[in-house]
């Protein structure tokens, strides 16, 4: 399928991808960057619903557990716990830790394209919903892709998480038609959580800097508009990794 933008520009729109400009399109990782302390490897969450929680808590450089929240450009050290946002003064980003290469972190301008400026994007951007996955209520944001063939399945932006509940089987149906959830994994500063901040807020880098110290995240939960604010580099916060795509071929199977 081909769509024409506002710029009147051709771009080959593919089956479970994400417009995140006029001329690019993006397939998301299938969930959270982690990283584990003791094989000192990147991986991703087994299902895009998990989360680790407040064993985010226990960052350091000797910790031999799993975390999924990372200061900001935190490739080469994921395990800086640094509360000083100008300690991470320079970006280094994690999908070129990969042991597959390709992936990478959004910019700011991407991520806004994605839930703000794509054909549709009101119609294919959930700001909170609820998962139903074996009789446990997973929280996050639902953002589908460009072509949508399951037009009976609705997302809205909402602060309401109860307004939009899928159980285990729409989801599985709409994780195969291409959607993506993306977990309200929380928010930590040093060795500490944020108070309740599992489960109600969600909140992921780009690779765009502010000065000070800053760099810009997006977010969602219990606040709204957030997408545009800025935050100090020091932050734990959830990464979503994304490859570019040029051809089908690199579009992973359905589940």
Not at 6 to 26: A, G, H, M, W, Y
Not at 167 to 174: A, R, T
Not at 179 to 205: C, I
Not at 241 to 254: G, H, Y
Request: with cysteine; charged share 20%; proline share 4%.
């Amino acid at each position: 399928m081909v769509f024409m933008t506002s710029c009147q520009k051709e771009l080959e729109v593919f089956p479970r991808c994400f417009s995140v400009s006029e001329t690019k399109q993006v397939f998301f990782s299938p969930g959270n960057l982690q990283y584990n302390g003791t094989t000192k490897k990147y991986s991703f969450a087994p299902a895009q619903t998990d989360v680790i929680g407040a064993s985010n808590q226990y960052i350091s450089n000797t910790y031999a557990g799993s975390i999924d929240l990372f200061g900001w450009g935190t490739g080469d050290n994921p395990m800086k716990s640094s509360t000083v946002g100008t300690d991470y003064a320079t970006f280094v980003d994690w999908g070129s830790k990969m042991d597959e290469p390709g992936w990478r972190t959004l910019t700011f301008e991407e991520w806004n394209y994605l839930i703000q400026k794509r054909p549709n994007a009101n119609k294919l951007y959930g700001s909170c919903a609820i998962v139903n996955s074996m009789g446990v209520k997973d929280y996050g944001m639902v953002l589908l892709p460009d072509l949508w063939d399951c037009d009976t399945i609705e997302v809205s932006f909402s602060s309401d998480y109860l307004k939009h509940q899928y159980d285990f089987d729409l989801w599985k149906k709409m994780e195969r038609a291409g959607a993506v959830f993306l977990p309200t994994a929380g928010d930590r500063m040093g060795n500490r959580m944020a108070t309740s901040s599992v489960g109600n807020e969600g909140r992921y880098w780009s690779s765009t800097p502010i000065t000070d110290g800053c760099a810009h995240y997006i977010g969602f939960g219990d606040f709204v508009n957030e997408e545009s604010d800025g935050t100090l580099r020091s932050h734990g916060r959830s990464v979503r990794l994304v490859k570019d795509i040029t051809s089908p071929s690199q579009i992973p199977a359905a589940k």
